[in-house]
């Protein structure tokens, strides 16, 4: 069984690097929105935020943002470009060619900025909790719990 110090010092691990992963998607989350232009009035960038947690002794992570911002990226920022489809059909009748771009291509706009980065982040944070606890990092938080526990009793 585990003595109370190392299950102490592994929980303040984990917080810590919850915590360091919150912060750093945060802001992947709002560049990824800035790059694809996604903002129209600013609320859903300005909403993302996060909170880390404790349920039955076990440390998480919260992502929070308004909901309908997710829309962007399961629908698609839909951008329709004005053209007119007898004139498009006229050409393939006539010359038997096609637009120069997929009309698909045309019509949507890239709107993955959830998906990608807050899975990919995963691995990240994984790797970080599974790896990250050297020696050096754990005399640094031995002293952490015992200023803690200084501060509590003095």
């Known amino acids: 069984m585990e003595s109370t110090e190392s299950q102490d010092l592994k929980l303040l691990f984990i917080q810590e690097e919850l915590s ?75 010359w038997g060619i096609r637009g120069i771009k997929d009309q698909k291509q045309e019509m949507k706009k890239n709107t993955r900025w959830y998906a990608k980065n807050m899975f990919g982040g995963l691995n990240r944070l994984i790797s970080r909790v599974m790896y ?10 031995k002293g952490i719990l015992e200023n803690r526990k200084s501060n509590i009793n003095g």
């Open 20 to 94: 360091l992963h919150g912060e750093w998607l945060c802001d992947v989350l709002t560049e990824a929105i800035e790059k694809r232009q996604l903002m129209l009035s600013g609320n859903l960038h300005e909403s993302i935020n996060y909170d880390t947690f404790m349920h039955d002794n076990n440390p998480g992570l919260r992502i929070s943002f308004y909901s309908y911002g997710r829309g962007f990226e399961i629908y698609g920022n839909k951008k329709r470009i004005i053209q007119n489809k007898f004139d498009r059909n006229l050409n393939k009748l006539i």
């Open 132 to 141: 990250g606890l050297s020696d050096r990092e754990i005399a640094r938080l």
